[in-house]
């Protein structure tokens, strides 16, 4: 008799896996319906985890393109005042612009922006308010702006001070209809006829908060000086080369236009940076949010696993005698029950991150919009489908390991 106990003892481990595995498999198949029910919250809850993250990264994806359609890398510089009370205004020039072109590297693009406010008449007695830009031909560059018709005034316009003007989208369509039928057309503002030669809108809409508007008109900075009595500017613009270049090129554009002017003058140098990141915390905590209502219905399917797993347990208490009568130790009991909780969290776990992924690869082939799909949600998705399975399942393997055998033949 010690033969046969010796060799049992030696048999493999993955012998024993396989035949646990194996009952579970035929316990499955038995039950396929019950299983399939219960495996179902598994389904939603993973593939809800999948589509949350998926979210999240469109989510983030579509913020931070928007914050960046705003200006390549845009840096922007504008004076606030002096320290010392009824200081003379300390304005910023074009030779501050040039300055730091000279002297700061990574910066691809810069120009100035001169506001001027006027009046234009539209016809039947009828005035507009139009503000005027004057910027150089590289604003179109560090505004990332879209050029609808015509075209953006270049280097010669400004070097021969052409009087002409690039429209806003909206102030064409109110005054000419079209903005194809705006090219053309001249404009009279004080006296001076501006030739309109194209139309444009910002690539995104920031609704009034730029210093674009819906009845803004850009024309050469040279030609913008036949309005002002000063040298001055408002604001200049800078394009960083790189994004990662963005915060150094700030700080020493910062410390080249401080150098240059009175120590009591106070210049405000600031991007997108700050704004991008605060998007990208919102657009975290958002997920994570998602992420907690996605873990409750992963947890409410795996408390339905453990009810199941309990009341086949109750229904198997004979089958489970009978095992343990011809020598199944509490450990493959354990084991049995154990693996078919796994089995059910696993079979839902990878059709749900089937359908979670599914769905974006989906939009994908069907439209042009390119959803983020992240590989580490999928594995994330079976890792805590598989908790789920063995947290949910130690309670009712145990308790079958623990019945009593003798008791356990009795049980009708």
Same mark, same amino acid.
């Given at each position: ?19 646990? !595995? ?26 809800? $985890? ?12 579509? !913020? ?30 074009? =030779?501050?612009?040039?300055? !730091? $072109? ?52 270049? @280097?010669? =316009? ?55 508007? =819906? ?11 036949? *309005? ?42 600031? @991007? $997108? ?64 029950? $154990? ?23 989906? !939009? ?27 947290? *949910? ?20």
């Amino acid at each position: 008799m010690a033969t046969p106990v010796t060799t049992h003892a030696s048999r493999p481990p993955k012998l024993v896996l396989g035949e646990i !595995v194996s009952f579970a498999y035929d316990t499955f198949c038995s039950n396929k319906v019950r299983f399939a029910l219960t495996a179902l919250g598994m389904v939603i809850g993973t593939a809800s $985890l999948i589509l949350v993250v998926t979210i999240g990264l469109t989510g983030k994806q579509y !913020v931070l393109n928007q914050i960046q359609s705003i200006g390549a890398n845009l840096i922007e510089c504008e004076y606030q005042g002096g320290s010392a009370p009824n200081s003379t205004p300390d304005l910023l020039t074009i =030779d501050d612009m040039q300055a !730091v $072109l000279e002297q700061v590297s990574g910066i691809v693009a810069a120009s100035p922006v001169v506001p001027l406010d006027d009046h234009i008449s539209i016809g039947g007695g009828k005035e507009r308010d139009l503000r005027m830009l004057g910027v150089q031909p590289q604003y179109s560059t560090v505004r990332n702006l879209v050029v609808l018709s015509g075209r953006f005034f270049d @280097n010669e =316009d400004e070097q021969a001070r052409n009087k002409v003007g690039v429209v806003q989208q909206k102030l064409a369509e109110e005054i000419y209809g079209s903005v194809d039928n705006a090219v053309g057309k001249v404009i009279k503002v004080s006296g001076l006829p501006f030739t309109i030669i194209g139309t444009f809108r910002e690539r995104v809409n920031t609704f009034g908060q730029s210093e674009v508007t =819906d009845n803004s008109m850009i024309i050469p900075y040279t030609v913008s000086r036949y *309005f002002t009595d000063t040298p001055g500017v408002r604001q200049l613009y800078f394009s960083a080369a790189e994004p990662s270049m963005v915060i150094p090129v700030t700080e020493q554009v910062k410390k080249v236009l401080q150098s240059r002017h009175r120590p009591e003058s106070v210049y405000v140098v600031q @991007n $997108l940076t700050e704004l991008v990141a605060v998007a990208d915390r919102t657009a975290n905590a958002l997920t994570i949010v998602l992420l907690l209502i996605a873990t409750v219905t992963l947890l409410v399917s795996g408390i339905g696993i453990m009810n199941i797993m309990l009341a086949t347990v109750s229904s198997r208490i004979r089958e489970i005698g009978i095992r343990k009568a011809m020598g199944a130790t509490n450990r493959s009991i354990r084991y049995q029950f $154990l693996s078919e909780a796994i089995l059910i969290a696993l079979v839902g776990g990878v059709a749900g991150v089937v359908i979670g992924l599914a769905l974006p690869f989906s !939009v994908r082939f069907f439209t042009e919009y390119r959803l983020p799909i992240s590989g580490l949600s999928a594995i994330v998705a079976i890792v805590v489908s598989s908790l789920v399975g063995i947290l *949910f399942g130690t309670v009712p393997a145990t308790r079958a390991a623990k019945l009593d055998p003798v008791e356990s033949l009795r049980y009708e």
